[in-house]
Structures are given as structure tokens and as C-alpha cells.
């Protein structure tokens, strides 16, 4: 999909602007969302995720993923892989299930998908046909999805996808993911209002952030927009700012750690914007975690899983 249009790009009228629109993530607004476990709590109080990553070779991804979301408290993970791949999950994380797919990639769905309260989709995932028509009959459950990677990549080169997006879900692209989402989204009249863009599809981080809070308002899922202080934008217009991370972050892996780790939180039963915005928060707090133990240039996604944990000072 092509990024370039013609025209001079402007900001879309009606928008509010930074300081009127954006709210910075504390420490606050995160620990009010996680409330004292009962003390008779037991594993189908909190959710059954399901992560659908990694093909036969990127299994990195999935075992990342995974890792995150028995961090995020929920009471049930399954890992669908490729049934030849499926020992790296066994030894990895013994305390996840893992669902067997037949071909050496995302090829069926699990059976009975009623079991699970949602599913994280994407990271290692690969752009086959065969990936992609599981990736639609996925969608089309309806079960609140954190999309991610290749599960966005293959929603942009297919544009009717996006009306099949579950409410409540989630969406966290960088910006080379998001440049592809939002391409095909003027293109196809999902979004309106941004055809002047010229070249790069936004002028500067402002129109950014008002042309993935147009998504999300089109889509009904939240965009979360991967980077320094990350953005949660939200159907109903809200913008919150992550105040965590630091640059150390910037390497292979640390996305799918955030998608497992948001995927267990909706799991949970939390709602997509309070899911995406605890996430980012602790997320970018393990990667300080991180930096302080490793430094910036040489910690990675592994430290950062090694690093995250629901807890408050």
C-alpha cells in the first residue's frame, strides 16, 4: 500500500489539541485498577488468554508473549503454536497450556474457543495465506483481541478487515505498523479527513496521535502508539500519555513482551483502554527496571520480561 497523497499535510479540523486532549499515566492511576485479591480467589476468577504467535523458526516471539501473560494475573495461559515448535513452550513456561497447530504456522484456530475471555494475535506470526484466513476466522469470533505485528500488517493489506476488528480490543503498532495501518485506512474510506498527507502520512507527532485516535474512533479498538511516551487513544477520544520506558526499549522483542502483558489484562475482564494503559505503564517500568540492571545498550526483551510485575511502591 502506498503511503504517498496529494496535497499539503495539515492538522484535521475539530481536534482538540495536545494540551486540551493528552493526560499523563501515573503510578496512581495504574494501581487503582488492581484491586486486593479475595482471599477464596481461585484461577477461573481471572481469565483464560490465548496467544497466537510465533511460526516454526520465530518462536522467540511466542515465548516472550507467553511469558508476559502469565505476568499479568490471569488465571488460565494457552499458547497456540506449531505442534512441531510446541516444546520450546513446555520448557520455557511449564505453567502455560499450549494448543498444537498442525501446519508450521498459523494455520486453525483452537478447539473450543468459548473456553478463552481473549487472545493476544501477531508477534512472529508471518504474512502466509494460510495465516491470514485463520487470522479472519479469528476476528471473526468476536473475542476482544490485543493485535500486534504481523496480525496488523496483514489487516492493512486487507482493508475489509478493519470492520471486522472485536470491540474491545486492542491494537499496538510502532510506527512503521501504524504507517501501514494508516495508509490503507484513508485509501479505503475507513478514516476521513487526513487525504492531504503528503509522503510520510503525518506532518508531526500531533497529527500522529489525531490520525490513530481517527482509528480508533472508525474501529472501536484501542491504538496504542508504540514509542516515547507511548499513547493510549481511545475510541471516545481520550489520550493518555505513558510516563515510563526509556530508549533501552528500542530493541526486538519489547513489543511482544507488551502484547502477552495486555492480552492477560483484558483476559482478566479489564476494559481495552484501562488494559492498554496498565500495560504500557508497567511495561515501561520493567524496561527502567531493565536499564538500571543491564544499562540501556545492553539489556533486551528477555530482561524486560525478567523485570515485569504487577506491584506498587
Not at 24 to 29: A, H, K, L, S
Not at 186 to 206: N, P, Q
Not at 257 to 264: D, E, K, N, W
Not at 276 to 305: T, Y
Request: charged share 20%.
Amino acid at each position: 500500500m502506498d503511503d504517498v497523497f496529494s496535497g499539503n499535510c495539515g492538522t484535521q479540523s475539530g481536534i482538540a489539541t495536545e494540551t486540551e486532549q493528552d493526560r499523563m499515566i501515573g503510578e496512581e492511576d495504574v494501581r487503582k485498577l488492581f484491586p486486593t485479591r479475595a482471599p477464596d480467589a481461585h484461577k477461573g476468577d481471572f481469565g483464560h488468554v490465548l496467544v497466537v504467535a510465533g511460526k516454526q523458526g520465530m518462536m522467540g516471539a511466542s515465548i516472550l508473549a507467553a511469558g508476559a501473560a502469565l505476568k499479568s494475573g490471569c488465571g488460565l495461559v494457552t499458547v497456540h503454536v506449531p505442534a512441531a515448535e510446541r516444546l520450546s513452550i513446555h520448557i520455557t513456561h511449564p505453567s502455560a497450556m499450549v494448543s498444537a497447530d498442525p501446519e508450521d504456522c498459523f494455520s486453525v484456530l483452537p478447539a473450543d474457543m468459548s473456553r478463552y475471555t481473549a487472545a493476544g494475535v501477531g508477534p512472529g506470526l508471518g504474512r502466509s495465506e494460510q495465516t491470514a484466513a485463520a487470522l479472519i476466522r479469528l476476528l471473526e469470533t468476536g473475542l476482544p483481541l490485543v493485535l500486534d505485528a504481523d496480525a496488523l500488517n496483514i489487516i492493512s493489506s486487507r482493508p475489509d478487515c478493519f470492520g471486522m476488528i472485536p470491540g474491545g480490543s486492542v491494537l499496538t503498532p510502532h510506527a512503521g505498523e501504524l504507517r501501514r495501518l494508516l495508509s490503507s485506512a484513508i485509501l479505503s474510506g475507513v478514516i476521513s479527513g487526513f487525504r492531504e498527507c503528503a509522503g510520510t502520512v503525518w506532518a508531526d507527532e500531533e497529527q500522529k496521535k489525531q490520525m490513530a485516535s481517527a482509528l480508533a474512533a472508525a474501529t472501536g479498538a484501542v491504538v496504542v502508539v508504540k514509542g516515547h511516551n507511548t499513547a493510549v487513544c481511545t475510541p471516545d477520544g481520550r489520550r493518555m500519555l505513558n510516563t515510563t520506558g526509556n530508549p533501552g526499549m528500542a530493541k526486538g522483542g519489547s513489543g511482544d513482551v507488551l502484547t502477552g502483558f495486555i492480552a492477560g489484562l483484558l483476559a482478566r475482564g479489564f476494559a481495552a483502554g484501562d488494559a492498554a494503559m496498565a500495560g504500557v505503564w508497567l511495561h515501561g517500568r520493567a524496561g527502567d527496571c531493565a536499564a538500571a540492571e543491564s544499562g540501556e545498550e545492553s539489556m533486551n526483551a528477555s530482561d524486560i520480561l525478567s523485570c515485569l510485575k504487577i506491584s506498587f511502591s
